[in-house]
């Protein structure tokens, strides 16, 4: 049974870099689309970005300056870096698995809240 | 990339058969049969249930299902229960810069 676990800080101060892992188990991470999503407190979901372990990527165009995400397939991890955060990113992050560049979202991570302050 | 469209709640009776709407345009919704329905429970992770417009996941009832018509889809849930009391959100591929658009969401009570 494959699952993901998102991990890494609950708060992130005004500026800085927003660091989170996704460990996954039960399946390679080879061969699959990994996806950060978040959603703000009490909004909708906001799609981040993916990462292929070919090593194509592609972000949300009004995130892409500031985001990076990557892969460790040693570890099996999926990393999402997010430069000069402000109090608009905070938000819970989910990761997620999809199997191609156009399907569904089938497994996701419980999600982790990140509150930036100032 | 703008959000797809769907009402912002939606209620119904137990038993009884509800839809949500979801209006995209034709760049992303009327351009792919790549519909996806996901329902997020309070303080959980979403869950996929419905894809490629029409499609259920093993682990889905059948008292959901999905269509499309132009460029707007659409959830049903038969038979209402309870437990159908969530979130749920629609996303859709657009083959564009931002390949994902996500619905605003619609809350769905069980009366």
């Known amino acids: 049974q494959v699952q993901l676990q998102e991990s890494g800080p609950g708060l992130v101060k005004s500026s800085e870099t927003l660091s989170l892992t996704c460990t996954v188990s039960?399946?390679?991470?080879?061969?699959?689309?990994w996806t950060w999503i978040r959603q703000p407190p009490g909004k909708g979901l906001e799609w981040i970005g993916y990462?292929?372990?070919?090593?194509?990527?592609i972000y949300n165009p009004s995130l892409k300056s500031r985001v990076t995400i990557s892969t460790d397939t040693s570890k099996n991890h999926v990393f999402l870096k997010l430069s000069s955060v402000t109090a608009a990113d905070t938000a819970v992050y989910f990761c997620?698995?999809?199997?191609?560049?156009?399907?569904?979202?089938?497994?996701w991570g419980q999600g982790i809240l990140v509150t930036v302050s100032s | 990339q703008s959000a797809l469209t769907q009402p912002a709640s939606v209620s119904g009776s137990p038993g009884q058969s509800i839809t949500i709407s979801c209006t995209g345009t034709?760049?992303?919704?009327?351009?792919?049969?790549?519909v996806s329905w996901y329902q997020q429970l309070p303080g959980k992770a979403p869950k996929l249930m419905i894809y490629?417009?029409?499609r259920r996941p093993s682990w889905v009832s059948n008292r959901f299902s999905g269509s499309k018509s132009g460029n707007t889809a659409s959830l049903t849930i038969s038979g209402l229960q309870a437990e159908d009391e969530a979130d749920y959100y629609c996303?859709?591929?657009?083959?564009?810069?931002?390949?994902?658009?996500f619905g605003t969401g619609t809350k769905v009570t069980v009366l």
């Open positions: 996303s859709s591929y657009t083959g564009s810069t931002t390949p994902y658009v």
């Open positions: 034709s760049s992303d919704v009327g351009d792919y049969n790549f």
């Open positions: 039960g399946d390679s991470i080879s061969s699959y689309y």
């Open positions: 997620a698995r999809a199997s191609y560049d156009n399907s569904p979202f089938d497994y």
């Open positions: 490629d417009v029409t």
């Open positions: 990462f292929h372990y070919s090593g194509n990527s």
